[in-house]
């Protein structure tokens, strides 16, 4: 009998080992956290990003009324930055300045412009002899304002007169407030009759050039030509207003409505003083 000799075990192949990963290449201290990608190289100047685009400038246009005023006459005499006016609408458009919030309406528009202007060379100089009353209590509630000492003033003589002659009443004023009516006429009212006529025709003749109407409650300025009398006065400019009218035989009668009357007499009085204020001191 032939004995067979016992297989060899078979052996499997051994599983390849994996591979052994290639050590990181090492990096440098710096370089640990990730760096932003670099900037691109800018030609020219670069405009920082924190420096917000300061805004265009923009120049106002010139004032008119500074405008004219740089093109007048040189002024040499006293008055220089006074100003004289009467107690607008009480002759001819019968404001009735017995009332109260009349007389509190002016007071107030003077009170406010003193105080909005604190130059000590500027006065204003009301020209009034009437109502008696009125005159009282507005030199009462203006005597309370700091801003009115010294600048503001009352020449108690008939405007119808004085008006046209500040200077030898010894109230030399540069400016003079004057009443007039939408169209401007000379003889309108009786106010503007004494300043047209004192002034001479030149004033008329400027006035109309300038202006065709005049809207109540603004104020309409008028440069004196050297041909006019009232320059012996001192007066270089004449600023034509048109007060509220309460007289029912006058145009834009308002049928005694005095709420409207104040508010439109308020801003007679305030565009008259603006506009001299701004002649003035151009």
Known sequence: MILTPPASPKLLPASPSPPTPSPAPSLPAAATALSPPSTPVVQGPVPSPTSPKAPAVVTPPPSPLREAS???RPYSGKGKRSLAFPLLGLTTNELDYTKPDVVAVTAKAIAAFLDKHRDADMRLVLVAHQPA??????RAALAEKPACADRFAVLERDPLEALVAL???DHPCRFVVSETNWRFNSTATLLGK???GAAGNSLLRDTK????T???????PVELSTASQLTDEQVQ???HVNPPNMNPKKPDYLKGNYEDANELLESCYTSAFET?????YA
């Open 214 to 220: 005049a809207e109540c409650g603004r104020a309409y």
């Open 194 to 196: 004494a300043v047209f």
């Open 70 to 72: 740089k093109k007048a």
């Open 209 to 212: 050039k300038k202006y065709a």
């Open 167 to 169: 200077n030898t009443a």
């Open 133 to 138: 009353d009125a005159i009282a209590q507005l």
């Open 237 to 239: 400019w004449v600023i």
């Open 276 to 280: 001299f204020y701004e002649l003035a």
